[in-house]
């Protein structure tokens, strides 16, 4: 069932609030602009998560406990490699314009700041 005009408006005030207010929040869980996973940290771990448990077998099999440690310490590297989206594809995630600059007074209230505020006087029973 599709949105009527009034729900349409309504979702697109609140996206922009959304993208206004929470910039970070949006950067780091939308879907979009995420760009290609880094193949090269993912072969990386990879690569040091099997070296890791080699060690860790060697280790244990050798009984240096120094060896296994090391090992174990070596696949978490590798898998936190592996795992960690990268600082620059991050960075360069395009943000939505705002309008124009940005303006050092207050901006008019939107839809969720209103609903926001009647939340805060019910809570506070002066509403």
Known sequence: ???S???QRLLEEMERNLYKND???VATVGGGGRG???YRAIVLGVLLAVAG???LIGGVASQLTIVGVLGFALMFVGVLVAITPSKR???TTPMPSGGGSAKPTKPQA???DRLNERWDRRQEGRD
């Open 1 to 3: 069932m599709p949105l």
């Open 5 to 7: 005009e009034q729900e």
């Open 23 to 25: 910039a970070d929040f």
């Open 36 to 38: 290609r996973p880094n």
């Open 53 to 55: 448990a080699g060690a």
């Open 89 to 91: 594809r991050a960075a």
């Open 110 to 112: 939107g839809f969720m």
